[in-house]
């Protein structure tokens, strides 16, 4: 196991020099932030960002994420073009090391909270996500200013491209999923990249918007519709863990050998679809994480784990869910409770 570290590039305010002063860090999760969604990622960039990385003393084997352009997902007469496009990204960035790509398939929206700084009882903050609120919100009539789509389309944008996904069902999704792994999966057998698919967060639909990689059936389909080792997930407990019929620890065993990624954090259950994110440990929200850490080890886990989204504590501003302090906490018990299963086996 590999503990990794989620870093946004020379904008973020958290540095690298601060990550790699996390006694348990390996390494850095990143990507390239300045270009177009569907167009290739040039090499002097990635070349740039892998240098960064590694004169810190960390590694860079993690891509988060190569975006999915929506004309992918849609299947329009563009689709080939960018397909293209993300197979020279793959290849590039094989060349400098990297072995996972973490991606996902959520049109319009990657994850989506209703409230970025949710004062908690102890007066951190933390993202928090109301279906209720969500629901009241309607992108086609009113602003709306959420993660995920916000620095990239404007609001006329976006009402265009949710007016394409007007008739597209779920079926749709998936035929669009497999055409794209058909193409890109020889390339990551061929140059030794795995390609981690995210869950949906929320797991549910959203907006009128299909959903499809949401609990375990999701991930029979995934595999069914490309075999292929290489096509693997990025098991994020967070996002499974808000539909509470998903059993995590069971799902981490029936996905064994087939975790090529896993973003870890805990979330506390507030209502129906309404669940708000929480420090790390078991005793503060509603998973096990020693469960499914145990599960992870169990099955012979050998992959990379990030501590996810964290709290703003201790005064802290930055980016929601990505300030040090808390993530930090996180990926020292992380660490903590893998080295507890770990040293427990050879008792």
């Known amino acids: 196991m590999k503990l990794v570290f989620r870093w946004y590039g020379d904008k973020d305010k958290v540095t690298l020099e601060q990550i790699r002063q996390i006694p348990v860090i390996d390494g850095i999760v990143s990507a390239i932030y300045d270009t177009p969604v569907g167009t290739a990622w040039s090499e002097d960039s990635i070349n740039l960002l892998s240098r960064k990385v590694l004169a810190n003393g960390l590694r860079f084997e993690v891509v988060e994420s ?68 969500v629901l009241a919100m309607n992108p086609m009539q009113s602003e709306l200013t959420l993660p995920g789509w916000d620095a990239s389309y404007s609001q006329k944008e976006l009402r265009s491209i949710l007016a394409k996904y007007k008739d597209f069902t779920e079926d749709d999704l998936w035929d669009s999923l497999k055409s794209f792994l058909d193409e890109i999966i020889p390339i990551c057998e061929e140059y ?46 967070g996002s499974l863990g808000a539909l509470v019929t998903n059993d995590l620890p069971a799902m981490v065993h029936k996905l064994a050998g087939r975790i090529h990624f896993a973003h870890l954090r805990n979330i506390k259950i507030t209502g129906k679809r309404s669940f708000s994110e929480v420090a790390h440990p078991t005793a503060c929200g509603s998973l096990d994480m020693y469960k499914i850490i145990k599960a992870l080890h169990d099955t012979g886990f050998d992959g990379y784990i990030r501590p996810d989204h964290g709290r703003m504590i201790w005064g802290e501003e930055g980016r929601p869910g990505y300030g040090l302090y808390d993530r930090a906490l996180g990926a020292m018990y992380l660490a903590g409770i893998w080295e507890a299963v770990r040293k427990g086996e050879k008792l």
Do not use: Q
């Open 192 to 237: 030794g990249v795995k390609m981690a698919i995210h869950p949906d967060d929320p797991p549910w639909g959203i907006f009128g918007l299909p959903r499809i990689i949401v609990d375990e059936g999701s991930y029979a389909k995934l595999f069914s519709i490309n075999p292929s080792a290489t096509n693997g997930v990025t098991f994020c407990t």
């Open 66 to 133: 190569v975006p999915v352009s929506e004309d992918i997902k849609l299947g329009t007469d563009k689709a080939k073009e960018h397909i293209e496009a993300y197979k020279t990204n793959i290849i590039r960035l094989a060349k400098v090391g990297v072995k996972v790509i973490c991606y996902n398939f959520m049109p319009v929206f990657d994850w989506l909270r209703s409230d970025l700084a949710r004062r908690l009882p102890d007066n951190s903050k933390a993202l928090y996500y109301d279906e209720n609120a």
